[in-house]
Nanobody
Framework: QVQLVESGGGLVQAGGSLRLSCAVS????????MGWFRQAPGKDREFVAA????????YYEASVKGRFTISRDNAKNTVYLQMNSLKPEDTAVYYC??????????????????WGQGTQVTVSS
């Protein structure tokens, strides 16, 4: 059984930075295509970023491209989301997710097999 645990969320002022971590246990993270999603109150869960098994390719939602960076350290079984130049509209619960293989529908939550419990990110103006 794979377990994902996010950490690193918090309250930050607009323009600030946070780094989220997703620790994977149960199986080696190198097997998995990993994604980050977020969900604001009253909104659907939306794609943020994703990364191939060995980090060869990364994918970003348009509004975060250039501000957020997804990375992975397979030796530490951890995936990261570095968030810079944060905006109030980035406020949401952030979730990491995993699936075994790449899928061209990586932006759709339903294709992922495993999810973490989420970590709150709040950006004040």
């Amino acid at each position: 059984q794979v377990q994902l645990v996010e950490s690193g969320g918090g309250l930050v002022q607009a323009g600030g930075s946070l780094r989220l971590s997703c620790a994977v246990s149960g199986r080696t993270v190198s097997r998995y295509f990993m994604g980050w999603f977020r969900q604001a109150p009253g909104k659907d869960r939306e794609f943020v970023a994703a990364i191939m098994t060995y980090g060869v390719s990364t994918y970003y939602e348009a509004s975060v491209k250039g501000r957020f960076t997804i990375s992975r350290d397979n030796a530490k079984n951890t995936v990261y989301l570095q968030m810079n130049s944060l905006k109030p509209e980035d406020t949401a619960v952030y979730y990491c997710a995993a699936r075994v293989n790449y899928d061209s529908d990586y932006a759709r939550p339903r294709i992922y097999d495993y999810w973490g419990q989420g970590t709150q990110v709040t950006v004040s103006s």
